[in-house]
């Protein structure tokens, strides 16, 4: 993970997010889509990501760097369980909830945050998804590779 990421905090919003997905499973772009998108909202609302991840613009959506790390420490923590499956040409990583979301050390505008992208974006399709992240302002200002600004700027001297 990220240096500044929390670990815990990037286990709970997963476990949330695969909680709140009903049968417990989602594909691991848009699981990591949603993710951004708290973080994103929760910047632009309160001025502080949940997860303290970073992510890259990616052809399909933002990834957080080091991705299989970051899935394969959640595995080992026992909070999700991954499944390669093969779609068409490609493959797809399917994370599946292993342990109970618990958001006691959360604040209540990250909980929110969390309860929104739930209630709006859940249903939605990747492509739906990865349509409106395309319209925000860090998505926008970088190109395909670089990391998307979407941390707070530190407040001037």
């Known amino acids: 993970m990220t240096p500044q990421a929390d670990h815990n905090r990037v286990a709970q ?3 949330f997010l695969l909680h709140r997905a009903g049968g417990g499973a989602l594909g691991a772009s848009k699981l990591w889509k949603l993710a951004y998108y708290v973080d994103l909202l929760h910047v ?6 949940v997860t303290g991840l970073s992510y890259r613009k990616k052809r399909h959506g933002p990834v957080p760097e080091g991705e299989d790390a970051i899935l394969d420490e959640l595995v080992a923590r ?3 369980a991954v499944e390669e499956i093969r779609r068409f040409r490609h493959s797809e990583s399917i994370c599946r909830l292993a342990g109970a979301p618990d958001l006691r050390d959360f604040a ?6 969390l309860e929104e992208v739930a209630l709006d974006w859940l249903r939605a399709t990747g492509g739906q998804l990865e349509a409106a992240i395309r319209e925000s302002a860090p998505w926008k200002a970088v190109g395909y590779g670089a990391i998307l ?5 530190p407040p001037a001297s």
Request: glycine share 8%; net charge neutral.
């Open 13 to 15: 919003v997963v476990c």
């Open 44 to 49: 632009e609302q309160f001025g502080a990501p």
């Open 78 to 80: 026992g909070a999700l």
């Open 108 to 113: 209540f505008s990250e909980r929110a945050i």
């Open 149 to 153: 600004p979407i941390m707070p700027k």
